[in-house]
């Protein structure tokens, strides 16, 4: 398996940030080719600190790194991607793995 995990910082709008992300950039991003799941944080994103900059946290799932490529530069990829300057108003951070069993 292979993961991406998109962190968005905390929004200049915490409540219009979630309307749009539930209601127009989910459906975006599950038409991803090759996506196997789609898992977003409830809640506050803590630290064990205590409190963190993150707003909301994705994890989605692929067979592997070359899924995810093929995902990223697909027409679906692109417009999802793009959507990000939509609504992202904090910032995002997107990272990629393989990930398995420890």
């Given at each position: 398996?292979a993961?991406?995990?998109?962190?968005?910082?905390?929004?200049?709008?915490?409540?219009?940030?979630?309307?749009?992300?539930?209601?127009?950039?989910?459906?975006k991003?599950?038409?991803?080719?090759?996506?196997?799941?789609?898992?977003?944080?409830r809640?506050?994103?803590?630290?064990?600190?205590?409190?963190?900059?993150?707003?909301?946290?994705?994890?989605?799932?692929?067979?592997?790194?070359?899924a995810?490529?093929?995902?990223?530069?697909?027409?679906?990829?692109?417009?999802?991607?793009?959507?990000?300057?939509?609504?992202?108003?904090?910032?995002?951070?997107?990272?990629?793995?393989?990930?398995?069993?420890?």
């Amino acid at each position: 398996m292979a993961k991406v995990v998109v962190m968005y910082k905390t929004p200049k709008d915490p409540a219009a940030f979630d309307a749009y992300y539930s209601s127009t950039h989910i459906p975006k991003a599950k038409k991803f080719p090759g996506l196997r799941g789609y898992e977003i944080s409830r809640g506050a994103v803590a630290t064990p600190a205590g409190a963190s900059d993150v707003h909301l946290v994705a994890m989605l799932s692929f067979d592997n790194m070359a899924a995810i490529q093929t995902a990223l530069t697909s027409p679906e990829g692109q417009t999802a991607v793009a959507d990000l300057s939509n609504f992202a108003s904090g910032g995002v951070e997107i990272l990629m793995f393989e990930s398995g069993d420890a």
